[in-house]
């Protein structure tokens, strides 16, 4: 269906901006719940600054396949 490069690259923006718009909302709203201390803070954003890449890796490669 997505056969060329192009398309699976439109896709794939369309997918990741709504991921990235999702994940960001529901970061900040836990954010909310972490105890006001910065070290609690300040690994709670290194964590999940960290951890939004792992589901995005199979969208990457889906996207740049039969280059």
Request: zero cysteines; a positive charge.
């Given at each position: 269906?997505?056969?060329t490069a192009r398309?699976?690259k439109l896709?794939?923006?369309?997918g990741?901006?709504v991921f990235?718009?999702a994940?960001i909302?529901i970061v900040?709203?836990v954010?909310?719940?972490?105890p006001?201390?910065?070290a609690a803070q300040?690994?709670?954003?290194?964590?999940?600054?960290?951890?939004w890449?792992?589901?995005?890796?199979?969208?990457?490669?889906?996207?740049?396949?039969g280059?």
């Amino acid at each position: 269906m997505f056969e060329t490069a192009r398309a699976r690259k439109l896709i794939g923006l369309v997918g990741l901006l709504v991921f990235m718009a999702a994940y960001i909302w529901i970061v900040a709203s836990v954010g909310e719940l972490v105890p006001k201390h910065w070290a609690a803070q300040l690994a709670y954003y290194l964590v999940a600054g960290v951890l939004w890449g792992v589901p995005v890796l199979p969208l990457f490669r889906w996207m740049n396949a039969g280059r």
